[in-house]
């Protein structure tokens, strides 16, 4: 299985972006996908995920309202819109898909089983 991520770039405050994240060897259906973002000198961070087979969909804080994950299994790719984007964005973005992962647990980085590549995403104010 292999993830790759795409769609970084930079962007001044308050723009959009559209990340994605393309699987190959497997299809996503049924696996967790999620995003996490890590800053320089930060640990990778939780942003989004869709639990499963895509019924519900969890968001940071930080991010909600604002950003909004989703895939398509057919295509086998994940995404996700960022929209109204701040400074404090600013980071690699990581996609990241698991197998039997249960919901207390798509938090934890340590719990997925493939990531992808990583794509920047730069915002200045």
């Known amino acids: 299985v292999q993830l790759q991520a795409s769609g970084g770039g930079s962007v001044q405050a308050g723009g959009s972006l559209r990340l994605s994240c393309e699987a190959s060897g497997r299809t996503f259906s049924g696996d967790t996908v999620a995003w996490f973002r890590q800053a320089p000198g930060n640990e990778r961070e939780f942003v989004a995920a869709?639990?499963?087979?895509?019924?519900?969909?969890y968001y940071a804080d930080s991010v909600k309202g604002r950003f909004t994950i989703s895939k398509d299994n057919i295509k086998n790719t994940g995404y996700l819109q960022m929209n109204n984007l701040k400074p404090e964005d600013t980071a690699v973005y990581y996609c990241a898909r698991g197998r039997r992962l249960i919901l207390s647990s798509i938090y934890n980085p340590a719990q997925y089983d493939f990531w992808g590549q990583g794509t920047r995403v730069t915002v200045s104010s």
């Open positions: 869709i639990f499963r087979n895509g019924g519900n969909r």
